[in-house]
């Protein structure tokens, strides 16, 4: 999608639900403070700017999950969204029901004790879209079994209290099997589809003719695609393995050729894509609000992209090897 053309921000129908959401989300795991995952602390003072910033924005699109900060994330949202008195209306506000991160337990009850906070941070009655979040953590078995994660997500929707059912996590097979149930509005895949990696081509195949909205998270491969690989050389939440690294080199060095900052290229590469629902950015500073939305829209020459496809790949999992906790989720 082209977003030079004004300041406003397009719309579209998130899948088949009713909710209207821009080519943008703004992402809110770094803003819970997070600094085993990020590497810095975001303060509060800082985190609820930023949230202020998002809310006046043209992007109408907000993501977050019971386990960002364990509950800070969230509970900063609270505050500011009692400022605003409540989500403001035409905000979409998602957020995701987890595990308990201190015993790893992901039984129906603990999902059911996940919203319940959720509700109570936020200070809301309702939530509009939740997410089964990072279901690896347990198996395709217990998260569908009666009583388990999704029949108590299923509950809460038939109660009213939750509008709209999605999934995210990493696996790409399983968030293709949880899609498949037909249980979910919307699927999160993360750090899967960026110039650097495009193993969630499978997911978005099967997603979208579904109906079943998909939404691109982390297109800066959590930070290396937007700092550059010489100033940040993670990827996925880990260090980045060499031959990693030298094709995140080798796809700045097209963009400095062509004269466009590679976080636009890292950007555009999944808000241009058609199947994508919207984008979510993760930013910690109100400036970034800002600075998203110009990268959104600078003018980029179509040969770049063909030029840019030598750098990513198609096979192997970003996360593995993977640090225990270290992912945002
Ligand atoms: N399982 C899941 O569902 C899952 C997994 C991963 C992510 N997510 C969602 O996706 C969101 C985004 O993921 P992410 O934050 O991990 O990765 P990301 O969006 O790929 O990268 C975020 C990083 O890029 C930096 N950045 C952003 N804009 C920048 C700019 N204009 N210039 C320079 N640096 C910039 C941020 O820095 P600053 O902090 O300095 O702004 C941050 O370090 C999360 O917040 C979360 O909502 C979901």
Known sequence: MDLSGSDALPRRPLGSTDLLVTPLCIGCA????????????????????TLRM??????????????????????RLGLVLKEFRGVPSGYVLSTKADRNLRTGDFCGDQVRRSVERSLRLLGLDRLQLVFLHDPEHTTF?????????????????????????????????????????????????????TL???????????ATPRGVAVLNAAPYGGGILARGPDAFARYAYQNAPPDLLARARGAAEVCRRYDV????????????????????????SPERIAE?????????????????????????DPERPRQPGSSPG
């Open 292 to 316: 998203t939305l110009a990268l959104a829209r600078f003018p980029i020459p179509e040969p770049m992209w063909a030029e840019l496809d030598q750098f990513a790949t198609w096979e192997g």
């Open 30 to 49: 770094s803003l819970g403070s997070m600094p085993e995952t990020f590497g810095y602390v975001v303060p509060e003072a800082q985190a609820l700017v």
């Open 261 to 284: 900052p590679l976080a636009a290229a890292a950007l555009q590469f999944s808000v241009r894509d058609a199947r994508i629902a919207s984008t979510i950015v993760g930013v910690s």
């Open 54 to 75: 998002a809310f006046r924005s043209p992007i109408n699109f907000l993501d977050t999950a019971a386990s960002y900060g364990d509950g800070e994330s969230e509970r």
């Open 196 to 206: 650097l990696n495009r193993t969630a081509e499978p997911l978005v195949d099967f």
């Open 141 to 193: 078995e217990e998260a569908m079994a009666p009583g388990g994660p999704v029949a108590v997500l299923q509950r809460f929707k038939e109660e009213g209290v939750i509008e709209h059912l999605g999934v995210a996590g990493g696996p790409i097979d399983l968030m293709i099997r949880y899609v498949e149930t037909g249980a979910f509005e919307a699927v999160i895949t993360h750090n899967r589809l």
